[in-house]
């Protein structure tokens, strides 16, 4: 028990395992502002994507015919 105890603190005492955690934390952060973001504006996301689809599919998107 006693070894337990001081790997236990001389993890805590170790830079790496704080910086591990502070990266963590951040992109935990990163992560969640994202998906916060995406269903926030998610219906307006979707009505553009549906618009540019439309504007596409009524273009002529073919190749112009070679000279000759």
Do not use: C, H
């Amino acid at each position: 028990m006693k070894a337990f105890v001081n790997s236990v603190r001389a993890f805590a005492r170790e830079e790496d395992g704080v910086a591990l955690t502070e990266y963590l934390i951040l992109l935990g952060l990163l992560v969640g502002g994202v998906v916060a973001s995406v269903v926030l504006i998610g219906d307006e996301l979707n009505t553009a994507w549906g618009s540019w689809a439309t504007w596409f599919q009524g273009q002529d998107l073919d190749a112009p015919a070679a000279a000759g």
